[in-house]
């Protein structure tokens, strides 16, 4: 059976099983890259298509280790700016309502209530593109394409939700497949090796 080697989107080759053994001994091939084959569901790391015995000593294990915290350290963040995202939704409502009760009572009180609004569009702003940088990092770490194109469609009416469902249910399947705990959040950084 041939197998497709993908690195960062990027078709590296096709290698049978003893050639990819080989190609991943003299570092022609990463256990980073993703390998797929006729048949397989869906795209595989390397390290776990050849099994914890294949990896070469000292490296591999490092990049993978360094890989694997940056895909749930990424992935914690994005789903937590998820989560501030809907909690400043809700104060963004509260807010609203409380000024338009300023406005029709006094006008003092309103401009107060606009000024802390603004003050509020400045920390929501801030937080999203905080979480643009979590959406880039995580896709780059997860090799699913190129990165900048899943923040393009953060900016989509209605990405946001679909962009953030497909990276948690890949960086949930990764870390799973990596033998990580995956939790509603997403893995606890503070276990990984």
Known sequence: MNYQISRAGQTV??????????????????????????????????????????????????????????????HRAMNLCLLASLVAFLVFMILGGALSAGVRNETGKALGMI???FGFYAVVLGLFVFWCVKVYKLA?????????????????????????????????NFLRASGVKVGFLGADTSKLP
């Open 115 to 117: 000024l802390i609004l």
């Open 13 to 74: 080759g096709t290698y049978d099983l003893e050639a990819l053994k080989a190609a991943v001994q003299s570092g022609q091939v990463l256990l980073t890259d993703f390998a797929w084959a006729p048949g397989m569901p869906e795209w595989k790391a390397v390290s776990i298509l050849l099994g914890e015995a294949s990896q070469p000593p000292g490296q591999a294990s490092a990049i993978s280790a360094e890989r694997i915290r940056a895909v749930a350290s990424n």
């Open 140 to 172: 780059d770490a997860l090799q699913v394409g190129p990165a900048f194109l899943w923040v393009l469609g953060m900016l989509v009416p209605c990405g946001i939700p679909v962009i953030v469902l497909i990276l948690s249910q890949k960086a949930g």
